[in-house]
């Protein structure tokens, strides 16, 4: 992984100290940590990606339904398996 940019240093302290001074306030930080976690996300499946053989069709879409978080995705196991 890389390492951290200044604006996402930046970002993650100011989830950290809304955390820590409003434990009752989740609203003030959900979509900061929310837009965080995505972050982190793109970045691991990218370097994942890059370690790939190209994928099929087939392939690239039970991923994508995945990452959709959609009904399909039971499909998508039953046709994996």
């Given amino acids: 992984m890389s390492a951290l940019t200044p ?22 930080y959900e979509d900061d940590q929310r837009t965080l976690k995505a972050d982190s996300a793109e970045r691991y499946i990218r370097e ?23 009904p399909a995705q039971e499909e998508a196991r039953d046709v994996a398996s």
């Fill in 7 to 28: 604006e996402r240093r930046r970002q993650r302290a100011r989830v950290a100290a809304l955390r820590r001074h409003h434990p009752d306030r989740p609203d003030l």
């Fill in 48 to 70: 994942l990606v890059d370690t790939f053989p190209p994928l099929t069709d087939d392939q690239r879409t039970r991923l994508a339904l995945l990452l959709r978080g959609s």
